[in-house]
């Protein structure tokens, strides 16, 4: 683990980057795999979208 946490970095459908932190890796590929499975189902990630499920998951957003 980094002194920061574990950091996943994602691209919404604008084309914003954007990054969240987590205390564990399990919260963050989770948020990640979820991610994923909500753009193939569901549609694109937008920045409303993203800050719900980095909340879901217990993660910070960092902007």
């Known amino acids: 683990?980094?002194?920061t946490g574990y950091v996943l970095s994602f691209?919404?459908?604008n084309e914003t980057k954007v990054a969240a932190v987590f205390e564990?890796?399990?919260d963050r590929d989770g948020c990640e795999i979820s991610l994923g499975m909500y753009r193939s189902n569901?549609?694109?990630i937008t920045r409303?979208?993203?800050?719900?499920m980095v909340?879901?998951?217990?993660?910070k957003c960092l902007e």
Request: no cysteine; net charge negative; aromatic share 10%.
């Open 1 to 3: 683990m980094t002194e």
């Open 11 to 13: 691209r919404l459908e």
């Open 24 to 26: 564990s890796e399990n």
């Open 42 to 44: 569901l549609g694109p």
């Open 48 to 52: 409303e979208v993203w800050e719900r």
């Open 55 to 59: 909340g879901k998951f217990n993660g």
